[in-house]
């Protein structure tokens, strides 16, 4: 028997993306309008955070509780530390898309204001 929680459930919603990745493949390959595409770009990596935060979820219920509640102090630390790594990760991510972002939108408050 496997000690990790089951994310069978997730494989619907990584399915959904696989559909949405390959629209997007059309989409560049039909050179389709930028901000369409842009737009479904950022509706998959929307779809992917929510997978990643039910996983996520789902850990801190299952093994992180699992492992606080046992004995091993190591055990504890060990499960502590990875939620404080998995964290920080996650805030670097918003803050790439952040970073990106913020150029393309200040461009197009510009390009608005001169029209």
């Not at 560049?28 to 930028?34: F, L, P, Q, S, T």
């Not at 699992?66 to 499960?79: I, T, V």
């Not at 670097?92 to 197009?108: C, M, Y």
């Amino acid at each position: 028997m496997n000690k990790y929680p089951s994310h069978a459930e997730r494989i619907v919603a990584l399915k959904r993306i696989e559909g949405q990745v390959r629209g997007l493949q059309n989409m560049i390959e039909d050179r389709r309008y930028c901000v369409d595409i842009i737009t479904q770009l950022y509706s998959i990596i929307g779809a992917l955070y929510g997978v990643g935060n039910q996983i996520f979820k789902r850990h801190i219920e299952s093994c992180v509780v699992n492992a606080l509640k046992g004995r091993s102090e190591s055990e504890k630390q060990k499960k502590i530390n990875e939620v404080i790594e998995l964290i920080s990760k996650f805030r670097k991510a918003a803050q790439q898309i952040i970073k990106v972002l913020t150029p393309a939108v200040s461009s197009s408050r510009r390009e608005a204001a001169v029209v």
